[in-house]
């Protein structure tokens, strides 16, 4: 399965147990779909599905804010 917005969401669900409504422009801090130590679950199963190192700096609502941004992050630097 390629990397894309509805494996994230699938993979958000898994590691933090959220039950709300995801969609991929869904703001997942404000909306409480994900806390630090999901982010943390989260940027691991990133790094190792699209085979990329993300570093601390890269770590910005910018870039992690929902779920859209993070593809797009990541598949970008996988490039």
Not at 27 to 51: C, R, T
Request: glycine share 6%.
């Amino acid at each position: 399965m390629p990397f894309t917005t509805d494996k994230i969401i699938e993979k958000l669900h898994t590691i933090s147990g959220f039950d709300g409504e995801v969609d991929a422009d869904t703001p997942l801090f404000s909306s409480g779909a994900l806390d630090s130590i999901a982010m943390i679950s989260l940027i691991a199963f990133v790094e190792q599905e699209v085979g990329i190192e993300i570093r601390a700096d890269e770590v910005t609502l910018e870039n992690f804010d929902t779920p859209e941004r993070i593809s797009r992050f990541a598949l970008e630097k996988a490039t």
